[in-house]
């Protein structure tokens, strides 16, 4: 069910920082000067600039990736996190009770344990036997209610011991659910550093990707006699076309969710998204009845979630783009505008099948799903 939809080579996610970003394998503005006035050399200088970028968005791309994944593990220990001390939080109401219980047993027992003394102990039968002002009707009566009542003191005595005892229980699960929320909160805190650190990673990377290769479309353009643009076009257009020419599908979809620290900035419900994806039908030359077809295939992938996220995969987003940061192409805020990811999966699902129901005839066609 996770999508195939528009990948790149799928490169380790290690490397974080741009290729060549430390050394000096950069072409200098003399040498693309003196490569210029011999073709064998302005080829090669040129292959080797587009080298250059092809590596610089791959590394961008795998910072991306990685990042994703960062905040996914950071999720999922927030939540483990959560649940446990929701956990806590209802055992130590329940030691509460318990002890409450407990003491009001102990209150109880104490009370007819003294009314019993008072009344004359153990010896309460031999008094009442002995006294001659003692009628039989009234002797029977008096030693059933003695006997009654030291009855009653004995079940309250471990009634209150029981009480006790479950208090003792469950002041051992709270411990054990203190120590275990300890760990999660200190798993939480790693994986939200791992997650600030991809991310920092990620930006720095991207910063990089874009100063660098501005230098790099120029230089292409120079050695081809081209606009700076158009070189930028081009790389952008071979980057498309190697993943579409590449395009290896993952089954299963979504299996959670990232909360991301930036918070949804469009298309953040299903029912926005899907209305946003209505909207935009027209573009591309399909009518309404396609948008049945478009719900049935996106509630399968993600549940038109902007945050789902394949943690086998890494595809993400409402389309699940594998991998995630294809989605880029679409827009800068892929990663928390279900509308822009709705932009990158109308536009895959145009290429690719041709409509939105030629994309789910193919999703069902086998099984596991994906398209």
């Not at 080579?9 to 920082?17: C, E, I, Q, R």
């Not at 006035?37 to 610089?56: F, G, H, P």
């Not at 318990?98 to 309460?124: E, F, H, N, R, V």
């Amino acid at each position: 069910m996770a999508l195939g939809a528009a990948i790149a080579v799928a490169l380790p996610l290690a490397a974080a920082a741009p290729a060549h970003a430390d050394n000096n394998d950069y072409p200098s503005w003399d040498e693309v000067q003196a490569a210029k006035s011999n073709a064998a050399a302005a080829q090669a200088e040129y292959q080797k600039i587009s080298a250059l970028v092809s590596q610089l968005q791959t590394a961008a791309q795998n910072a991306a990736d990685l990042e994703l994944k960062k905040e996914f593990e950071y999720t999922q220990a927030k939540n483990a996190l959560t649940d446990q001390t929701t956990k806590l939080d209802a055992i130590n109401a329940q030691v509460a009770e318990a002890q409450k219980s407990a003491a009001k047993a102990k209150t109880q027992y104490g009370k007819l344990a003294s009314q019993l003394y008072i009344s004359g102990g153990g010896d309460l039968t031999a008094k009442l036997l002995l006294s001659d002002k003692t009628k039989a009707k009234d002797l029977l009566d008096q030693l059933g209610a003695a006997s009654q009542l030291t009855s009653h003191v004995a079940q309250l005595k471990d009634f209150a011991q029981q009480k006790q005892n479950v208090v003792s229980s469950l002041q051992g699960q709270a411990k054990a659910a203190e120590d275990i929320r300890t760990t999660l909160e200190q798993n939480a805190d790693s994986a939200y550093q791992a997650a600030q650190a991809a991310k920092a990673a990620a930006d720095a990377s991207l910063a990089t990707q874009q100063k660098q290769s501005k230098v790099l479309y120029a230089q292409a353009a120079a050695l081809k006699n081209t606009a700076a643009s158009t070189q930028q076009q081009y790389y952008a257009g071979v980057a498309a076309a190697q993943a579409a020419q590449q395009n290896a599908p993952s089954s299963g979809g979504s299996d959670g969710a990232i909360d991301t620290s930036a918070g949804c900035t469009g298309g953040c419900t299903p029912g926005a998204a899907q209305a946003y994806a209505s909207s935009r039908l027209g573009a591309y030359g399909w009518d309404g009845s396609q948008m049945s077809c478009l719900i049935d295939l996106w509630n399968m992938e993600s549940g038109w979630r902007w945050n789902a996220y394949n943690s086998s995969s890494g595809a993400y987003g409402i389309p699940q783009a594998w991998r995630a940061s294809k989605l880029s192409t679409a827009g800068a805020d892929w990663q928390t505008n279900g509308d822009t990811q709705v932009n990158w999966g109308l536009d895959y699902i145009s290429r690719s099948y041709g409509t939105p129901c030629g994309a789910w005839n193919f999703e069902m066609s086998h099984d596991p799903h994906w398209y």
